[in-house]
C-alpha cells in the first residue's frame, strides 16, 4: 500500500508541471547514448509518448554523427574536422543526407510510431523550411549555417497532432544545389525560435554544466554562463552547446536546458520534478 501511495504523491507532484506546460511546444535535441544505446532509445520513445498524451507539444531534432563517420570508413571516404566540425564535400553530403535523413530520421520515426506517438520524419529540404548557406566553403564545404526557418511547416505538424522528428540538413537556395550540412544543435534552436518553443532540451552525455570541482550547475543566467566561458569553465565541447542554448534564449525560448541523456527518463525527471536534474539556462 505504501508504495501505491508513494505513486500518488510522484503524480501529485508532476500536476502543476503537467499544468503549466501543457499546450506548449518542447524541443528535443536527441544524441548522444540516449540516440544509440537500445534501452534508452525505448525510454525516450516512453517520454515522448507521455509528453504527447499529456497536452505538451514535442518537436525532435536529431544528430548522428557516429553513424556518419561509420559509414565514411566504410565506403573508404576520407573525412576530417577543422575546429570540431566536419569538413562536408559533396560526397560527405551525399552520405550525411542519406544516414540522417534515410536511416536515422526514419529509425527514429518508427520507434516513436511502434509506442503510438504519431511521429513524422522531415528535413530541411521539405518545403525547404531550412535554407542555409555555406558557413564557410573553402574552410568546411557544404557545412552550413541557416538563413531562414518557416515555421508554419513545423507548426502544421504539430497542430495537426504530430510528433515532427527533424533531421538537420538544410536546402541551398539555388535549384539543384545539394544541401547543406547543419550543427544539430544550432539547428534545434533556429527551430525553436522560429515556432515559438517554450523550452528546448539538449540530451548530452554529461551531467550538465559543471564547475571547476566538478559540481553541477542546476541553473545558469546567460550572464553567467558568458562568465564561465570567459574564465574557462565552460570549455571544450560544452562550448556549442551552450551557445545553441543561448541562440535559442536570445530568440524568445524561455529556458534551455542541458541534461544527462544517458539517465533514464532524464526528460521526465528535467521537466515534472523541482529539482530537476540538469542545468537549465534561462535570460
Not at 81 to 88: C, E, H, L, M, N
Not at 121 to 132: E, L, N, P, V
Not at 213 to 238: A, C, F, R, Y
Request: one cysteine or more.
Amino acid at each position: 500500500m505504501q508504495a501505491k501511495i508513494e505513486t500518488v504523491k510522484t503524480l501529485l507532484e508532476a500536476l502543476p508541471f503537467i499544468r503549466e506546460f501543457r499546450k506548449e511546444i518542447v524541443v528535443i535535441k536527441y544524441g548522444g547514448s540516449a540516440q544509440t544505446s537500445p534501452q534508452l532509445k525505448e525510454k525516450f520513445a516512453e517520454d515522448i509518448l507521455l509528453m504527447h498524451l499529456v497536452g505538451i507539444k514535442p518537436v525532435i531534432v536529431h544528430g548522428g554523427g557516429k553513424k556518419i563517420t561509420d559509414m565514411l570508413e566504410a565506403l573508404k571516404i576520407d573525412t576530417k574536422f577543422i575546429d570540431g566540425q566536419r569538413v562536408t564535400t559533396e560526397d560527405t553530403m551525399r552520405i550525411v543526407e542519406m544516414i540522417l535523413s534515410g536511416e536515422i530520421n526514419k529509425e527514429i520515426v518508427s520507434l516513436l510510431n511502434s509506442y503510438d506517438a504519431k511521429a513524422i520524419g522531415i528535413s530541411g529540404k521539405d518545403a525547404h523550411f531550412i535554407t542555409a548557406h555555406a558557413k564557410d566553403f573553402e574552410k568546411w564545404g557544404l557545412t552550413g549555417n541557416i538563413n531562414n526557418v518557416k515555421a508554419d511547416v513545423v507548426l502544421n505538424l504539430v497542430k495537426d497532432g504530430f510528433v515532427p522528428v527533424i533531421a538537420p540538413i538544410a536546402a541551398g537556395e539555388e535549384m539543384g544545389h545539394p544541401g547543406f550540412n547543419i550543427n544539430a544543435d544550432l539547428c534545434a534552436s533556429y527551430v525553436a525560435k522560429a515556432i515559438g518553443a517554450n523550452k528546448i532540451i539538449f540530451l548530452t552525455d554529461t551531467a550538465g554544466v559543471l564547475d571547476n570541482d566538478k559540481n553541477l550547475l542546476s541553473s545558469l543566467t546567460q550572464d553567467e554562463v558568458e562568465h564561465l566561458k570567459d574564465d574557462g569553465t565552460i570549455h571544450g565541447g560544452m562550448v556549442p552547446k551552450v551557445d545553441a542554448c543561448l541562440e535559442a534564449i536570445e530568440g524568445g525560448v524561455a529556458k534551455a536546458h542541458i541534461i544527462d541523456g544517458r539517465v533514464e527518463h532524464s526528460m521526465l525527471l528535467e521537466l515534472f520534478t523541482s529539482e530537476g536534474i540538469g542545468t537549465q539556462i534561462v535570460k
